[in-house]
């Protein structure tokens, strides 16, 4: 009796030890790169409010999709901890999951908007101006932030798994750590997302918003490309026209090293921002699902930098902008010229 009550304190002190650790894994790679969303957010967000020829329809759907942006990296270190089982009442084990999944469709349906009001600057330029979103930016707004809300807030009236069959085991890996004896033979106060988002809903988020919002997004990139590419073909054909030449000159050559380089910047935050979701998106997708036991840290490991990497798109749009980032650029310079100033009158001194 006495050496399996000393397993049962060896087994409790593992996986106490073990939820530390994941717990601490988790803050250790969110916390940084949460901290870093949210100021660079903040610096394109100054950079456009300080400036009044950016006080226009387009900036404004950006000036969005940068507070959703940023909301998401206030709600980063909280995603994570969806892949662990906690000891919560019903109504913060709602909050937990469905504001987190809220903030996240927002994010991408603020970032499709601003993806297509660019589409259809390049793709058709005479309708631009008469966008129903031009004619009505709060409709627009409503459209972007009104169905994320909805659809995340589902289980919050009913569409969940709080009543199923047997969530005993549920609260064995964190009965030990928080020392309650409430985990009750129904687990009626253990929070998983098992019990919050059914099979169904995460099949219909998955592959019915996410994946084809994201192919959206990509295709329309991609014809925009396509466009950009023929125009800068027209503009060669012309330029050798007016030139009477037959071969590229150096400002035909300059034109296309700056196509080129845009295909490779897009090619590369495609790679870097989008693929690592992606592959999250579905090792997650058939980690939730499937009854298989995978390894814990590699999921958390595995949400943080997907879903950070997703949240820097708007930071690569961004700051790819000089005049958004002009504010800043002249703070730096200011403060700069002001310590040298400084240092250089304490040498004088000296």
Same mark, same amino acid.
């Given at each position: 009796?006495?050496?399996?009550?000393?397993?049962?304190?060896?087994?409790?002190?593992?996986?106490?030890?073990?939820?530390?650790?994941?717990?601490?894994?988790?803050?250790?790679?969110?916390?940084?790169?949460?901290? !870093?969303?949210?100021?660079?957010?903040?610096?394109? @967000?100054? $950079?456009?409010? =300080?400036?009044?020829?950016?006080?226009?329809? %387009? &900036?404004?759907?950006?000036?969005?999709?940068?507070?959703?942006?940023?909301?998401?990296?206030?709600?980063?270190?909280?995603?994570?901890?969806?892949?662990?089982?906690?000891?919560?009442?019903?109504?913060?084990?709602?909050?937990?999951?469905?504001?987190?999944?809220?903030?996240?469709?927002?994010?991408?349906?603020?970032?499709?908007?601003?993806?297509?009001?660019?589409?259809?600057?390049?793709?058709?330029?005479?309708?631009?101006?008469?966008?129903?979103?031009?004619?009505?930016?709060?409709?627009?707004?409503?459209?972007?932030?009104?169905?994320?809300?909805?659809?995340?807030?589902?289980?919050?009236?009913?569409?969940?798994?709080?009543?199923?069959?047997?969530?005993?085991?549920?609260?064995?890996?964190?009965? !030990?750590?928080?020392?309650?004896?409430?985990?009750? @033979?129904? $687990?009626?106060? =253990?929070?998983?997302?098992?019990?919050?988002? %059914? &099979?169904?809903?995460?099949?219909?988020?998955?592959?019915?918003?996410?994946?084809?919002?994201?192919?959206?997004?990509?295709?329309?990139?991609?014809?925009?490309?396509?466009?950009?590419?023929?125009?800068?073909?027209?503009?060669?054909?012309?330029?050798?026209?007016?030139?009477?030449?037959?071969?590229?000159?150096?400002?035909?050559?300059?034109?296309?090293?700056?196509?080129?380089?845009?295909?490779?910047?897009?090619?590369?935050?495609?790679?870097?921002?989008?693929?690592?979701?992606?592959?999250?998106?579905?090792?997650?997708?058939?980690?939730?699902?499937?009854?298989?036991?995978?390894?814990?840290?590699?999921?958390?490991?595995?949400?943080?930098?997907?879903?950070?990497?997703?949240?820097?798109?708007?930071?690569?749009?961004?700051?790819?902008?000089?005049?958004?980032?002009?504010?800043?650029?002249?703070?730096?310079?200011?403060?700069?010229?002001?310590?040298?100033?400084?240092?250089?009158?304490?040498?004088?001194?000296?």
């Amino acid at each position: 009796m006495k050496k399996k009550h000393q397993t049962s304190r060896t087994m409790d002190h593992k996986d106490s030890h073990a939820l530390l650790s994941q717990e601490q894994l988790i803050y250790a790679i969110t916390v940084p790169l949460s901290t !870093s969303i949210i100021l660079a957010n903040l610096v394109i @967000i100054l $950079g456009i409010s =300080c400036n009044r020829q950016l006080h226009n329809t %387009p &900036n404004y759907f950006f000036l969005s999709l940068l507070v959703a942006d940023m909301c998401t990296g206030v709600a980063l270190p909280f995603i994570p901890f969806m892949a662990l089982n906690r000891q919560l009442s019903f109504s913060s084990c709602l909050v937990a999951h469905v504001f987190p999944n809220f903030l996240f469709l927002a994010f991408l349906f603020n970032l499709a908007m601003v993806h297509y009001e660019r589409y259809i600057c390049i793709a058709d330029p005479l309708r631009y101006n008469n966008l129903w979103m031009h004619r009505s930016f709060p409709l627009a707004l409503i459209v972007v932030w009104t169905p994320p809300l909805l659809y995340a807030s589902l289980p919050a009236f009913g569409w969940n798994n709080w009543t199923g069959p047997d969530w005993n085991s549920c609260c064995e890996s964190t009965k !030990s750590f928080l020392q309650l004896s409430n985990c009750s @033979i129904n $687990g009626s106060t =253990c929070c998983s997302y098992r019990r919050v988002f %059914p &099979n169904a809903f995460i099949y219909l988020e998955v592959y019915g918003i996410v994946l084809p919002v994201i192919i959206i997004i990509a295709g329309m990139t991609g014809r925009v490309l396509c466009i950009t590419r023929g125009q800068l073909k027209h503009i060669c054909r012309l330029h050798r026209a007016v030139e009477r030449g037959s071969r590229a000159s150096d400002q035909e050559q300059r034109l296309n090293l700056r196509y080129t380089r845009c295909v490779v910047a897009v090619s590369l935050t495609f790679l870097a921002c989008w693929v690592p979701y992606l592959i999250y998106m579905h090792v997650s997708t058939a980690f939730l699902i499937s009854d298989t036991k995978w390894s814990i840290t590699t999921i958390i490991v595995m949400s943080c930098t997907g879903i950070g990497s997703m949240a820097v798109v708007p930071l690569v749009l961004g700051l790819a902008n000089r005049q958004y980032t002009e504010p800043a650029y002249k703070l730096l310079r200011k403060l700069r010229d002001r310590w040298r100033r400084t240092r250089e009158s304490e040498e004088t001194g000296l």
